[in-house]
């Protein structure tokens, strides 16, 4: 999942872009505002609840189990706080070119797409792959 990943919003026809690196995910808003959100291992015993910070309400963290749902495996990324899944992502080579697909809900539907190009991104704005749900 790590990288630059860009993806075509067909609401405001601008390209979002985020980036991924082993330890942040940072998303780039359309006024070149970035926001950052640390990623982090989350305490197996729950002690994260224990000590509430502001600082820590941007963490983030990859939930250690993958789901299998519609052929592909999804990893759940959650807020630190919270208690219920959050987004889903897989990383799928399709058409021959990677790509990052994330999905919401315990149905992991309204998948959207992500590629490593600008180009790309605009390309296939409308590209829907199989087992996918749109």
């Not at 990288?3 to 985020?18: F, I, M, P, R």
């Not at 305490?43 to 189990?65: L, T």
């Not at 315990?106 to 590209?127: D, E, I, P, R």
Request: proline share 3%.
């Amino acid at each position: 999942m790590r990288g630059t990943w860009y993806q075509y919003d067909k609401q405001t026809h601008l390209v979002n872009k985020e980036t991924i690196t082993a330890k942040k995910w940072i998303f780039y808003e359309d006024n070149g505002k970035k926001s950052i959100y640390p990623l982090h291992v989350l305490p197996k015993n729950g002690s994260h609840w224990n000590k509430m910070s502001k600082k820590k309400d941007k963490w983030m963290y990859i939930v250690n189990m993958p789901v299998k749902v519609h052929g592909h495996t999804w990893l759940a990324i959650r807020g630190w706080y919270e208690m219920t899944a959050g987004p889903f992502f897989t990383v799928s080579k399709l058409k021959g070119h990677q790509v990052l697909t994330n999905a919401a809900g315990y149905l992991v539907t309204g998948a959207n797409h992500w590629y490593h190009s600008v180009k790309l991104a605009k390309k296939l704005k409308n590209k829907h792959y199989a087992h996918f749900v749109y």
